[in-house]
């Protein structure tokens, strides 16, 4: 069921998502200061891609994470969080939407504040 979700996400928007996060990964990367910024937009790249059958864990983080996901914050991250946002409600609009509109809101909310998170899979028993 997890494989075919991910297709449907893929079709649904997924693919642009994750277009979208690898496009600002690689704008990050030019510069050295940007590198820790732009490797959080591959993270999520891949979360992009399938988001079905993972987790996220917010992990105690330092003093770090805190600043880094301030500037985050400033230089971009408000603005693909709520793409990602407008995505969940536009496919929240039917019933069979809802699934993957919940998708894209826990990538808004991981895109909010990156540093500090874990991305997990879940098992299944």
Known sequence: M??????????????????GWLLAGALYCVTVIGIP????CFKLCSISLN?????????GAG?????????WFIFGGLELALGNAILGLILC?????IPFGKQFF?????????FGAVVVREHVL
């Open 2 to 19: 997890r494989i075919l979700l991910n297709i449907l996400w893929i079709i649904c928007g997924g693919l642009l998502s994750a277009i």
């Open 37 to 40: 910024l732009g490797l959080q």
């Open 51 to 59: 988001p079905f059958g993972k987790e996220i864990h917010y992990e």
């Open 63 to 71: 003093a770090g994470s805190f600043i880094l996901n301030v500037i």
């Open 93 to 97: 609009i039917t019933i069979i939407g």
């Open 106 to 114: 826990k990538i808004a909310g991981l895109s909010l504040r990156p």
